[in-house]
């Protein structure tokens, strides 16, 4: 199993930006489908941005425009840049890891699911404020 590490979260005024980062360990990290996800008090986590190995990404909709997903693979590591935050985006952020198939591409912008859930590989979090 590999360890995901996030960093990057912190407080930021409604229109700021931030960019997240996330560790992931072992040698094939250029394999993986790589995603973010964010999760608020009282909600269920929900898809944000993934990249798969080919470098293919997909987004939740109400981020199009506004967050870039990539990925370094000569450091092993994901990236997330958020531009233009918005309040509503508070929330805690992980990315997860799917070594084995895709299947982060079918939930961007939709709740995961406790099976996906309980598949994917992921990060403690990081957490991520914007103030109005």
């Known amino acids: 199993r590999e360890t995901l590490v996030e960093s990057g979260g912190g407080s930021v005024q409604a229109g700021g930006s931030l960019r997240l980062s996330c560790a992931v360990s072992?040698?094939?990290?250029?394999?993986?489908?790589m995603a973010w996800f964010r999760q608020t008090p009282g909600k269920e986590r929900e898809g944000v941005a993934a990249i798969d190995s080919d470098d293919a990404m997909t987004y939740a909709a109400s981020v199009k425009g506004r967050f870039t997903i990539s990925r370094d693979n000569a450091k092993n590591t994901l990236y997330l840049q958020m531009n233009s935050l918005k309040p509503e985006e508070t929330a805690m952020y992980y990315c997860?890891?799917?070594?084995?198939?895709?299947?982060?591409?079918?939930?961007?912008?939709?709740?995961?699911?406790?099976?996906?859930?309980?598949?994917?590989?992921w990060g403690q979090g990081t957490q991520v404020t914007v103030s109005s």
């Open positions: 997860a890891a799917d070594p084995i198939a895709r299947r982060p591409f079918t939930v961007m912008g939709r709740r995961v699911p406790a099976p996906l859930l309980e598949a994917l590989n």
């Open positions: 072992g040698h094939t990290f250029s394999t993986y489908c």
